[in-house]
């Protein structure tokens, strides 16, 4: 489809759901996409779009869904001009250029949106705010998808994220988060089947508590500096495991208790 | 379990009940720990193993059977693994890459290895494998990259070295062969995605749709979406000794690399120049060996090479004036050999010094501080091979030189002290006193 077509699209006001996404689309989006204020649905993920992120989308009050995933998009985006959305439950940007900036503690703001998936990838999350994870997360009660990875963000590990008791997919790998994982980190995420925090700043031991998430099929703790032993009968525990790295990190003790199911 | 990484750490005990009944086990990463003992013998059965890294431990005994199937990456360098290569080995026939080195390995380098087709990588090194490098191996028509340094082969290197890929072939990227870790992220990637539309059903329970409608929507196949830092994730990595240095070779730079180390062996006879037919090699090194003969002219078509070391060896003749078409040539040695003549000096040869050259009394030009007439008159004495044994001569004459005027000078004292009375007294005299002085007891004359 050429660009010129694409204006064509600001007719369908009705437009309830736009999703373009596994093409090769990359020319700029226009900017009266901002009339399909009943959108719902707007996904771009996995296309060829390189120029700044549109502004448009803050008029999109009604999306529930809107991704860049997998993108070339450039420039600043700032999480506050969705704050309004309400209905917002999945978002997802990522860039493939090294050049996209989320921000999201310009302003103060307050979000009217419960997520339940946000995925901000590769987006040197708040650089010019001493790259600080996003407080907004903070009121997030019901998310099962949070992807932070490849920001360089900074600070201890987000406790508060276990509030989501819900979680399923949990990956803030290639950070720069430092300290101590919490002690009780496998009770307050029962239920996650996926967590990566490699390439970070973390140490202390492995919690033994991590044992009681049964439903786990993907960890990886890598490259950090973890140590000590492994918890007892770790792997044991992990029925459903089916990828595990511990690599580079300065684990030891003996494999005695680890039956590899 | 399907995919283990435990590797860099400090893991220690034996891997002795660690695996159990698995069979599903896909990838096996416990390199760079400090297991001891022996490899189970259950990791014979563990049929859908692809990669197996157990590198950097202490493990002994001997290389068990693993299993034909799937095995892809074998990795065991670095430990005290002993015996010979056995031949269960020689079924795993799906085997790209191969790495024994540095362990204690004996015997002979197998015969069977062309069973290893799809080799691209084999890696011997630093073990005590003896006798000839088996003509099989250049059956080997995908290797890129091989390493039989530091063993004690000791017959000739065969001529068949020619038709062998070292970076002819274009191959698929290494990783790819790895289906099921490629599969397995590249899916979760996109069940990410998907996760988006199916994690809450009732994200699209209030939009307009009904349930079937939008169930359409739901059933869109994504493509697979091969991440490019699956390289990253996935760390298959190869150690080569490259310009002098070991360096590990991974991502990219790993499916570039093509080079042949045959240094720091017994090996003899000429250099094949059937070499030359090697176009795309980077590294060729033979250094350290009793290799004889000139160095072949067809050397010049390896246009690719950045490093060719050949020290060490009893090669003579000439430098080919041809070599100076490599124009990647970095690293040049030929040092400690029997060349003769003038090094070429244009283009690369330009750059470098001394330290190439050093050791071929035959060598001669302003780089060398030698002028050419004077020691091409004199390449017949043999015995200068090279700088070792020059030095022996020297010390040989010097012991035998100091001898005879010690001897000399003995004998001349001797006959003047026999033939003057009074040089003869005066003498006896003084050493009397000077005995005296040591011990009162000692009478004086």
């Keep these: ?261 | 379990m399907r995919f283990l990484f435990l590797n860099n750490n400090n893991f220690s005990g034996t891997l002795e009940d660690v695996f159990g009944n698995n069979t599903k086990l896909g990838l096996l990463y416990i390199s760079n720990n400090s297991i001891t003992g022996t490899i189970p013998i259950e990791i014979s059965n563990m049929s859908s193993l692809e990669i197996i890294d157990l590198s950097q431990n202490n493990l002994i005994g001997s290389i068990p059977k693993f299993t034909a199937g799937s095995l892809r990456f074998l990795y065991l360098q670095k430990n005290n693994l002993t015996g010979s290569i056995p031949s269960e080995l020689s079924e795993s026939s799906e085997l790209i890459l191969l790495d024994l080195g540095d362990n204690k390995l004996s015997g002979k380098i197998p015969n069977w290895m062309d069973n290893l087709s799809r080799l691209r990588v084999l890696a011997l090194g630093g073990n005590n494998l003896e006798g000839d490098i088996p003509i099989e191996l250049c059956q080997l028509k995908n290797i890129d990259m091989m390493d039989l340094s530091r063993n004690k082969l000791n017959a000739s290197i065969p001529t068949c070295f020619q038709n062998m890929s070292f970076g002819m072939h274009d191959h698929n990227p290494i990783f790819e062969a790895l289906y099921q870790i490629t599969k397995f992220l590249s899916e979760r990637l996109n069940d990410i995605l998907l996760l988006g539309r199916h994690i809450d059903n009732r994200i699209f329970d209030g939009l307009i749709w009904n349930e079937n409608s939008f169930s359409a929507s739901l059933t869109i196949d994504l493509p697979l979406h091969v991440d490019p830092s699956l390289n990253d994730e996935i760390n298959l990595e190869v150690e080569f000794r490259t310009k002098l240095y070991i360096y590990s070779y991974k991502g990219k730079i790993l499916e570039k690399m093509a080079g042949l180390d045959l240094s720091c062996n017994y090996l003899t006879g000429l250099i094949p120049s059937q070499f030359g037919n090697l176009q795309q090699i980077k590294v060729l090194n033979l250094s350290h060996n009793f290799l004889s003969g000139p160095i072949p002219i067809t050397f010049s078509n390896l246009t690719q090479i950045e490093s060719l070391d050949l020290s060490y060896n009893n090669l003579s003749g000439k430098i080919p004036y041809e070599l100076t078409q490599l124009t990647s040539l970095e690293i040049f040695n030929v040092s400690y050999n029997n060349l003769t003549g003038t090094p070429p000096s244009t283009r690369q040869f330009a750059t470098f010094v001394e330290d190439s050259y050093r050791g071929n009394p035959g060598l001669c030009g302003p780089l060398l501080n030698r002028k050419c007439e004077h020691v091409e008159s004199s390449p017949s004495s043999k015995s200068n091979d090279n700088e070792k044994e020059e030095t022996n001569v020297d010390m040989i004459t010097f012991y035998w030189s100091f001898a005879t005027s010690y001897v000399t000078i003995l004998l001349a004292f001797i006959t003047v002290l026999c033939i003057n009375a009074r040089w003869r007294m005066a003498w006896f005299y003084y050493i009397g006193k000077f005995m005296h002085t040591l011990f009162p007891a000692f009478p004086l004359y």
């Excluded at chain 1, 093409?23 to 226009?30: E, H, I, Q, S």
């Excluded at chain 1, 998936?117 to 997030?140: A, E």
């Excluded at chain 1, 997919?169 to 919490?182: A, K, T």
Aim: aromatic content about 12%; proline content about 3%.
């Design chain 1, 1 to 261: 489809m050429h660009i010129m077509n694409m204006t064509g699209l600001c007719k369908l006001k009705d437009l309830v759901e736009l999703d373009i996404s596994n093409n090769m689309f990359g020319a700029k989006l226009p900017e009266c996409l901002s009339n399909l204020t009943n959108l719902r649905v707007f996904e771009l993920s996995n296309n060829l779009f390189s120029g700044n992120f549109p502004s448009f989308t803050t008029n999109l009050t009604s999306l529930v869904y809107l991704s860049f995933y997998g993108n070339y998009t450039q420039g600043s985006f700032s999480l506050s001009t969705l704050a309004n959305h309400s209905n917002l439950k999945v978002l997802y940007i990522s860039s493939q250029s090294t050049k996209a900036h989320i921000e999201t503690e310009k302003i103060k703001w307050f979000p009217q949106f419960q997520l339940r998936s946000l995925i901000l990838r590769n987006g040197n999350l708040n650089k010019d705010r001493g790259s600080v994870i996003p407080t907004f997360l903070s009121y997030q009660y019901h998310l099962m998808l949070v992807d932070l990875s490849r920001n360089k963000i900074v600070g201890s590990f987000p406790s508060w994220l276990m509030h989501n008791h819900n979680m399923k997919y949990f990956d803030i790998s290639n950070n720069n988060l430092s300290g101590l994982l919490p002690e009780d980190i496998g009770i307050f995420l029962p239920s996650v089947t996926h967590l990566n925090f490699s390439c970070n700043n973390l140490k202390g031991n492995i919690p033994s508590s991590t044992g009681k998430m049964k439903e786990l099929q993907f960890l990886d703790f890598s490259h950090n500096h973890f140590l000590g032993e492994l918890p007892e009968q770790l792997a044991t525990k992990w029925n459903e495991l089916q990828y595990l790295k511990l690599s580079n990190n300065i684990l030891h003790g003996t494999f005695l208790n680890f039956v590899i199911l």
